[in-house]
């Protein structure tokens, strides 16, 4: 079953702008992860917040995460056309240890 | 090696035939995930292994897909007798342990015919 769902399903903005993607999970969770993928093939990891912890950042990438609303949001400020990829994010916990599930992502486009 | 490695990096196959899908992973990393993902959609989890734990094979869809690995290096996913359904990106991807992020190779696009 899914466990994250990400919203937007897709999000067109123009370079310069903030992008906001929010992810939704359903169990309780050791942690959340959000991936960048380009064109269909491998993922990159951007960054891992763990229960406990409430916002991580990473350059222009700043992760929020409410444990009590079971969900994570992702921003990106000061977008760039080279930011263009979807975006994913994946949680680790309910019944299954160790095992990472991954939402359907945003597709994110950032217009030059 | 640098990076997790798979191969082939594209294969096609007729159906009913079986395809072996490699996966090298970071020397060092104990776990190794294996993903599928259809076209435009999310990432649909495999099986993963973990050191010498029994492996976690919750997600093989059928008794057609089985996985192996050799101690905390090479897998190998085996799908037999393919079906059209099964055509898709088969993503491997590999961590310093459980609950840690994962590195990705770059996949195994199959196509069934």
């Known amino acids: 079953s899914q466990q994250g769902e990400e919203d937007p399903q897709a999000l067109s903005i123009q370079e310069g702008e903030n992008a906001t993607m929010n992810c939704s999970y359903k169990t309780s969770i050791n942690n959340l992860q959000w991936y960048r993928q380009n064109s269909g093939r491998g993922l990159v990891h951007l960054i891992l917040?763990?229960?406990?912890?409430r916002e991580k950042h990473s350059g222009r990438l700043r992760v929020t995460l409410d444990t009590s609303k079971k969900s994570s949001s992702l921003l990106i400020t000061a977008s760039r056309a080279a930011d263009t990829a979807s975006y994913f994010c994946a949680t680790d916990g309910g019944t299954s240890y160790g095992k990472l599930t991954f939402g359907q992502g945003t597709i994110l486009t950032v217009h030059p | 090696g640098a990076g997790v490695s798979q191969s082939p990096s594209n294969k096609v196959t007729e159906k009913g035939k079986d395809v072996e899908l490699r996966c090298d992973p970071i020397?060092?990393?104990?776990?190794l995930y294996w993903y599928r993902q259809r076209l435009g959609q999310g990432l649909e989890f495999l099986i993963y292994?973990?050191?010498?734990?029994?492996?976690?094979k919750s997600g093989l869809p059928s008794d057609r897909f089985s996985a192996e690995r050799t101690g905390e290096s090479v897998s190998t996913l085996t799908i037999q007798r393919t079906q059209q359904e099964d055509s898709a990106v088969y993503l491997c991807?590999?961590?310093?342990?459980?609950?840690?992020?994962?590195?990705f190779g770059s996949g195994t696009q199959l196509s069934v015919l």
């Open positions: 917040i763990r229960s406990n912890e």
């Open positions: 020397s060092g990393h104990t776990a």
């Open positions: 991807a590999s961590s310093l342990g459980l609950r840690e992020k994962l590195f």
């Open positions: 292994f973990q050191g010498n734990s029994a492996p976690d």
